[in-house]
Protein backbone atom coordinates (compact mmCIF):
# COMPACT_ATOMS: atom_id res chain seq x y z
CA UNK A 1 0.00 0.00 0.00
CA UNK A 2 1.12 3.49 -1.05
CA UNK A 3 0.66 6.20 1.12
CA UNK A 4 0.44 9.66 0.20
CA UNK A 5 1.04 12.78 2.28
CA UNK A 6 2.05 16.78 1.72
CA UNK A 7 5.95 15.43 0.78
CA UNK A 8 5.04 12.47 -1.82
CA UNK A 9 5.23 15.19 -4.78
CA UNK A 10 8.69 16.24 -4.07
CA UNK A 11 9.72 12.75 -3.06
CA UNK A 12 8.26 11.00 -6.49
CA UNK A 13 9.34 13.66 -8.49
CA UNK A 14 12.92 13.60 -7.33
CA UNK A 15 12.46 9.54 -7.69
CA UNK A 16 11.53 10.06 -11.25
CA UNK A 17 14.66 12.52 -11.71
CA UNK A 18 17.24 10.12 -10.69
CA UNK A 19 16.01 7.64 -12.84
CA UNK A 20 16.33 9.98 -15.86
CA UNK A 21 19.87 10.26 -15.25
CA UNK A 22 21.75 8.82 -18.11
CA UNK A 23 24.58 7.43 -15.96
CA UNK A 24 22.10 5.60 -13.79
CA UNK A 25 21.23 2.00 -15.36
CA UNK A 26 17.88 1.77 -14.26
CA UNK A 27 14.63 -0.04 -15.68
CA UNK A 28 12.31 2.82 -14.73
CA UNK A 29 10.39 1.18 -12.20
CA UNK A 30 9.05 4.57 -10.68
CA UNK A 31 8.48 6.22 -13.77
CA UNK A 32 6.70 2.75 -14.91
CA UNK A 33 4.37 2.41 -11.82
CA UNK A 34 3.51 6.71 -12.57
CA UNK A 35 2.73 5.80 -15.88
CA UNK A 36 0.68 3.27 -15.39
CA UNK A 37 -1.20 4.76 -12.30
CA UNK A 38 -2.16 7.98 -14.75
CA UNK A 39 -3.39 5.61 -17.04
CA UNK A 40 -5.99 4.09 -14.38
CA UNK A 41 -6.45 7.60 -13.16
CA UNK A 42 -8.50 10.33 -14.57
CA UNK A 43 -10.51 12.20 -11.94
CA UNK A 44 -11.46 11.98 -7.88
CA UNK A 45 -13.71 8.95 -8.21
CA UNK A 46 -10.93 6.96 -9.97
CA UNK A 47 -9.01 7.57 -6.66
CA UNK A 48 -11.52 6.59 -4.24
CA UNK A 49 -12.13 3.37 -6.59
CA UNK A 50 -8.58 2.45 -5.48
CA UNK A 51 -8.63 4.10 -2.06
CA UNK A 52 -11.31 1.30 -1.81
CA UNK A 53 -9.28 -1.51 -2.47
CA UNK A 54 -6.52 -0.68 -0.58
CA UNK A 55 -3.97 -0.07 -3.63
CA UNK A 56 -2.69 3.70 -1.63
CA UNK A 57 -3.88 5.74 0.97
CA UNK A 58 -4.51 9.56 0.58
CA UNK A 59 -3.23 11.68 3.24
CA UNK A 60 -2.91 14.62 0.83
CA UNK A 61 -6.05 15.94 1.14
CA UNK A 62 -8.83 15.56 -1.32
CA UNK A 63 -8.88 12.91 -3.59
CA UNK A 64 -9.34 15.92 -6.44
CA UNK A 65 -5.30 16.37 -5.57
CA UNK A 66 -4.37 13.16 -5.36
CA UNK A 67 -5.48 12.86 -9.04
CA UNK A 68 -4.80 16.12 -10.20
CA UNK A 69 -1.33 15.29 -9.27
CA UNK A 70 -0.81 11.82 -10.80
CA UNK A 71 -2.08 13.95 -13.95
CA UNK A 72 0.28 16.21 -13.64
CA UNK A 73 3.20 13.97 -12.87
CA UNK A 74 1.92 11.57 -15.81
CA UNK A 75 3.03 14.39 -18.43
CA UNK A 76 6.38 14.91 -16.85
CA UNK A 77 7.64 11.08 -17.19
CA UNK A 78 10.18 9.79 -19.80
CA UNK A 79 7.38 7.86 -21.89
CA UNK A 80 5.12 11.05 -22.01
CA UNK A 81 8.76 13.79 -22.71
CA UNK A 82 10.78 10.72 -25.18
CA UNK A 83 7.88 9.25 -27.57
CA UNK A 84 11.01 8.82 -30.74
CA UNK A 85 13.31 6.88 -28.22
CA UNK A 86 12.81 3.85 -27.51
CA UNK A 87 13.22 3.45 -23.22
CA UNK A 88 12.67 0.27 -21.07
CA UNK A 89 9.87 2.68 -19.15
CA UNK A 90 5.98 1.06 -19.12
CA UNK A 91 4.95 3.00 -22.38
CA UNK A 92 7.03 0.30 -24.73
CA UNK A 93 6.53 -2.43 -22.33
CA UNK A 94 5.16 -5.69 -23.30
CA UNK A 95 3.91 -6.62 -19.67
CA UNK A 96 1.99 -3.33 -19.39
CA UNK A 97 0.67 -3.49 -23.14
CA UNK A 98 -0.76 -6.97 -22.32
CA UNK A 99 -1.99 -5.75 -18.75
CA UNK A 100 -3.63 -2.65 -20.16
CA UNK A 101 -5.47 -5.19 -23.49
CA UNK A 102 -6.82 -7.25 -20.70
CA UNK A 103 -7.97 -4.23 -18.28
CA UNK A 104 -9.93 -3.50 -21.90
CA UNK A 105 -10.71 -7.02 -22.37
CA UNK A 106 -12.35 -7.41 -19.17
CA UNK A 107 -13.91 -4.10 -19.39
CA UNK A 108 -15.33 -4.63 -22.79
CA UNK A 109 -17.49 -7.72 -21.56
CA UNK A 110 -21.50 -7.64 -21.80
CA UNK A 111 -21.27 -9.92 -18.93
CA UNK A 112 -19.23 -8.12 -16.55
CA UNK A 113 -20.86 -4.70 -17.44
CA UNK A 114 -24.43 -6.07 -16.37
CA UNK A 115 -22.83 -7.55 -13.14
CA UNK A 116 -21.47 -4.23 -12.13
CA UNK A 117 -24.35 -2.18 -12.97
CA UNK A 118 -26.31 -4.51 -10.81
CA UNK A 119 -23.93 -4.26 -8.06
CA UNK A 120 -23.53 -1.08 -8.20
CA UNK A 121 -27.65 -0.07 -8.96
CA UNK A 122 -28.91 -2.66 -6.68
CA UNK A 123 -26.80 -4.45 -4.30
CA UNK A 124 -24.76 -1.51 -2.87
CA UNK A 125 -25.65 -2.76 0.28
CA UNK A 126 -25.00 -5.15 2.25
CA UNK A 127 -29.17 -5.35 3.17
CA UNK A 128 -30.22 -5.26 -0.22
CA UNK A 129 -28.10 -8.50 -0.84
CA UNK A 130 -29.97 -10.00 2.13
CA UNK A 131 -33.47 -9.17 1.30
CA UNK A 132 -32.85 -10.19 -2.02
CA UNK A 133 -31.76 -13.76 -0.80
CA UNK A 134 -34.35 -13.56 1.74
CA UNK A 135 -36.86 -13.31 -1.06
CA UNK A 136 -35.25 -15.96 -3.27
CA UNK A 137 -36.01 -18.25 -0.18
CA UNK A 138 -39.48 -16.76 0.09
CA UNK A 139 -39.90 -17.86 -3.53
CA UNK A 140 -38.44 -20.99 -3.34
CA UNK A 141 -40.52 -22.05 -0.54
CA UNK A 142 -43.27 -21.07 -1.92
CA UNK A 143 -42.73 -23.51 -4.89
CA UNK A 144 -41.72 -26.35 -3.46
CA UNK A 145 -45.09 -27.71 -1.83
CA UNK A 146 -46.68 -26.84 -5.59
CA UNK A 147 -43.49 -29.00 -7.44
CA UNK A 148 -44.27 -31.91 -4.34
CA UNK A 149 -48.38 -32.19 -5.17
CA UNK A 150 -47.71 -31.98 -9.00
CA UNK A 151 -44.63 -34.65 -8.66
CA UNK A 152 -46.87 -36.88 -6.12
CA UNK A 153 -50.40 -36.15 -8.04
CA UNK A 154 -48.46 -38.15 -11.08
Known sequence: ??????????YFR??????MCPDFN???????FFSFMDSLIDDAEDVKELKLAGVFQNLLGSDEELAKFFNELGHDLPTKLFHYIRTDAVAYSKKYIQV????????????????????????????????????LLALLLTLIPMLVQKVGGC
Open 1 to 10: MFMFNDNSPY
Open 14 to 19: NIIAYE
Open 26 to 32: NNFGCSS
Open 100 to 135: KFQIQKHYRKRWNKWLSKARSTYFNTPWSLLVFLAA
